[in-house]
């Protein structure tokens, strides 16, 4: 009878001059066909540590006793801990100190601030939100670029007259490529430099977004 699946087989040690025997010929087919029927008929276990599986299909029941540690899905949320000035008539990118969470290094506090980069192929959602000080004159706009140049989305409204305004901006981008992009712009045109509040203003906004939502 085979060992396996109940145990690991162990074969006689074997000296120098020994016959090889029918029995120990059948010992090890039984050992053979045990294991070759075990895979191609799904009874065979899995029990070693760290294993990868490519792809898993399960068609009945399955009992996991240990945890299962399933991949982070990338995303990041920035915001800035100080006022960011913004000159008049001029588009200017905003930068981001502070992370609520990254949880794969998109972003990086030290090296462009401003950038939230794709690190990953796929669908990503993207979005903004600005918070404006109060003023009467001109009015405001803030744009989502991917790679500097290329212009994702755009939104603009006119100056609030009785309190700070907030803009929120959102957008979709599927990136085949790991080093893509994207920043926040804003613009204003009241005529002297207007003001963008820090992580906590009185909308509570100015943050800075992305997750990807599928492959």
Known sequence: MPSYPTSVWVPTTKATGDTLQAAHVNDAQDEIVAIEGGIRNGTAPVNSSNSTVANLSVTGGSTFAGAVVMPRRPSVEVTHSTIQGIANDAHTVLSWDTESYDSTALHSTATNPSRITLTSSGLWSLGASIDWNQNSSGFRTMRLLLNGTTLLNVATQNAS??????????????????TDYVEVQGYQNSG???????????????????IRVSD
Request: proline share 0%; charged share 5%.
């Open 161 to 178: 007259t009785a309190t700070a305004g907030g803009q929120t901006l959102t957008a979709q981008r599927q990136t085949a490529s790991t």
């Open 192 to 210: 002297s430099t207007a003001s963008i509040s820090s992580g906590g203003g009185n909308f509570g906004m100015s943050k800075f977004w992305a």
